[in-house]
């Protein structure tokens, strides 16, 4: 199936899958909320959080705290005034039900009851009857515990989550209120957690029981060094290395709730925050807004992400003072710190945090063209005002890199023998925009790189000019510092991940002055890697020859007009780790899908293309005296579960690379900014 045909059917069984499975009184995908934790606000507190602007608050409706706990259960007055006042200022409230009163317990071991597996007959009880209470108050979306992976919040496990908390809570949730919405599980970021939560959704599979939407929470701060575990886009959306904790998304996917790659349903970050410390701290308080505007950055890059709970609009006074975004200052009166500005404004500026609702065909929730997809997700979409979905930019055209067949090719690194050519060259205007995290001095780093080919072997020639060169580490961390990624889909299947059949992702340096080079991705039955490399550098300049045999890449022999799947990436460094990269097409930087990658197409002897770059022989006296490292890569890792690098694993960019002229690149710019960017990830990945 043709590239673009493959992208559009991809996305929109993506986005018709997620709109299926998501309950009808949800809110469209694409639609984004902001809302912040407030515990049992008073009614001064839920009018600072109407001066923020957000859509919603958080508030502990805590089992123990109801009158005869596991009797009448007797109103909570604070929580009720809480509520009350909080749907009348047209602010919408998610309610947590959550912890054991001791009367409800069934054994603890520990001296806290409030973490004990409760009686399941009393709690639903509980739920049937709080439900009712508060959705007559016009509250109708209720989570089902909190943080049950910690030992502080939950002794049981994610078995007697399921059993005890979640199946009878829904039950008695949707016998007390038709149209009210399940959340859940709330898992806190850390431990085991992946575990929990795929033996939590499996365990609700088998019960026949789902959450209408998924919330989680993550702590995780921005621009994590290597040595400081998952920053928050990695816990989100792809795990950095193969030995930290697998990513929400990840997650959802070997539980078999992602089809594709895509959560099956909207996703809620509903805790997430900042700790300054000391709390009034100018530098602290402006990092804690520079993680609010981060965390809203990453949830409107994906169309599954649509609501992000802040922790929280008041500073605690206890152990978890600072995290507030408000702080009291005298009898009645509130300091608002620089994220309470900064995201009040914010709101108050992009439409798109509104929620949708409105009357314009892009924010409707309704799919008005009929091609599968709606607001957001309809690349007719410009936002929320926009009145018509139908006005679609032109498809997008991948772009094809022809590789002639080769003459005797010596690897030397010197490139003088590939005269007839046919060079990407990404630091022409045609073939190179700025990816989303450019290297630190984008005008420092250009590349140019061609493909030739044998029936036994495809050979790779690169170009690339840095003005420093930086790498040291062990071959799996290459991509750390300066260094080559290749990736190849060889079926042209495409798909919005490796699919362990037909896809391989490889990767080159020179290292501590040799070549060095790893295999993150290929199928369980591969063979070891017998690639053969030299990486030569001279000034500014750093080439690369690499030979991949015909069995490298599950062929027995490579013939004329054989084309697959292919994309490649380079990494910079300048002395301090990785600050950027280019690419050639998305789909190996930010995320990992063959979808995304251009055509390699092998032309038959003497037929090499018109447009080959006429100074390629401008190489054949460039190597001086320039160090050469050449090896045999016959240790690649080829584990089938070797993580590549890029999402939570590594490098990568996501830059948007037009095919031929600026026209079809700006389309194909405009389609995946507005659909495929806001179904994957975004950010790097480090």
């Known amino acids: ?31 984004n909320d902001v809302g912040i934790n407030t515990h049992v606000p008073a009614d001064a507190v839920i009018d600072l959080c109407v001066e923020l602007g957000v859509g919603w608050i958080r508030v502990d409706n805590n089992w123990p705290d109801a009158g005869d706990p596991c009797g009448a259960m007797t109103p909570f007055p604070p929580l009720e005034r809480s509520a009350t006042y909080a749907v009348s200022r047209g602010l919408q409230v998610y309610m947590t039900l959550a912890y054991t ?93 992946d575990v929990w ?20 929470h993550i702590y995780n701060e921005f621009d994590r060094p290597i040595w400081d575990g998952d920053s928050f886009v990695n816990a989100l959306d792809r795990r950095r290395f193969a030995f930290t904790r697998r990513s929400l998304r990840e997650t959802l996917v070997d539980a078999g709730h992602a089809p594709g790659g895509i959560p099956d349903r909207e996703v809620w970050i509903t805790e997430t925050g900042y700790h300054a410390r000391p709390p009034t701290d100018p530098a602290e308080m402006n990092r804690q807004r520079d993680y609010y505007m981060r965390v809203i950055d990453e949830q409107l890059a994906r169309a599954w992400y649509t609501n992000s709970f ?41 439409p798109e945090l509104s929620g949708g609702g409105g009357s314009t065909q892009c924010s409707d929730g309704i799919d008005n063209d009929g091609d ?12 929320p005002a926009d009145d018509d979905e139908s006005d679609d930019p032109p498809p997008p055209v991948p772009p094809t890199l022809d590789a002639p067949a080769a003459p005797a090719i010596s690897l030397d690194g010197s490139l003088a023998e590939w005269t007839p050519a046919v060079w990407v060259d990404l630091a022409s205007p045609d073939n190179f925009v700025s990816p989303d995290r450019p290297p630190g001095d984008a005008s420092d780093l250009s590349c140019r790189l061609a493909v ?12 690339v000019t840095d003005d420093m060169h930086d790498n040291a580490a062990a071959s799996d961390l290459i991509w750390t510092g300066d260094s080559l ?16 059949d037909d896809d391989f992702e490889v990767g080159w340096a020179l290292a501590g002055g040799s070549a060095s080079g790893h295999r993150w991705v290929a199928p369980s039955a ?32 490579f013939a004329a007009g054989d084309s697959f799947g292919f994309t490649f990436l380079v990494n910079d460094a300048d002395g301090s780790g990785r600050e950027g990269w280019i690419e050639w097409t998305p789909g190996i930087g930010r995320f990992k899908e063959p979808e995304a990658f251009g055509t390699l197409r092998l032309l038959p002897p003497g037929a090499a293309d018109a447009d080959a770059d006429a100074d390629a022989d401008a190489d054949a006296d460039a190597d001086g005296d320039a160090d050469i490292g050449q090896d045999a890569f016959d240790a690649y890792d080829a584990r089938p579960d070797a993580r590549p690098p890029g999402g939570s694993d590594g490098g990568g960019c996501g830059c948007r690379v037009p095919p031929r002229g600026r026209g079809a690149g700006f389309a194909f710019l405009a389609a995946l900014a507005l659909a495929a960017a806001r179904l994957g990830s975004r950010g790097p990945r480090p």
């Not at 059917?9 to 998501?22: E, K, R, T």
């Not at 036994?456 to 020639?461: E, K």
């Open 101 to 193: 009163p001791p009367c409800a317990s069934t054994g603890s071991s520990d001296a806290r009851p409030h973490n004990d597996v409760p009686d399941a007959a009393a709690w639903e009880r509980y739920v049937r009857t709080a439900v009712t209470r508060y959705r007559a108050m016009g509250v109708r979306h209720f989570g089902l515990w909190n943080e049950a992976n910690l030992g502080g919040f939950w002794e049981g496990s994610a078995e007697q989550y399921v059993d005890a908390i979640v199946t009878p809570g829904m039950r008695a949730m949707r016998a007390a209120c038709a149209d009210c919405l399940a959340l859940g599980p709330d898992l806190a970021h850390s431990h085991d957690y």
């Open 526 to 557: 591969a063979p070891p890697m017998r690639a053969v490399a030299a990486i030569a550098r001279a000034g500014t300049a750093t080439r690369y020859e690499i030979r991949i045999p015909a069995g490298d890449m599950g062929r027995s022999a």
């Open 372 to 383: 599968g997809l709606a607001d957001a997700a309809d690349p007719g979409c410009a936002g």
């Open 452 to 463: 030739l080919w044998a029936p036994d072997a495809i050979y790779l020639g690169i170009e």
């Open 310 to 350: 802040f922790y929280e609009i008041l500073d605690s006074g206890d152990e978890l003072d600072g995290f507030g975004i408000t702080r009291r200052d005298g009898p009645g009166g509130f300091l608002r710190k620089p994220a309470f500005h900064a995201l009040r404004d914010r709101i108050a500026a992009e």
């Open 197 to 216: 939560l795929e033996r939590i959704l499996r365990r609700m599979d088998a019960a026949g029981v789902s959450f209408d939407i998924y919330t989680h």
């Open 485 to 500: 990624q290749a990736a190849f889909d060889m079926a042209d299947d495409g798909g919005r991940g490796y699919d362990g």
């Open 1 to 31: 199936m043709a590239f673009t045909t493959r992208l559009a059917m991809g996305i929109m069984f993506v986005v018709a899958a997620v709109l299926a499975a998501a309950s009808p009184s949800a809110a469209a995908i694409g639609d």
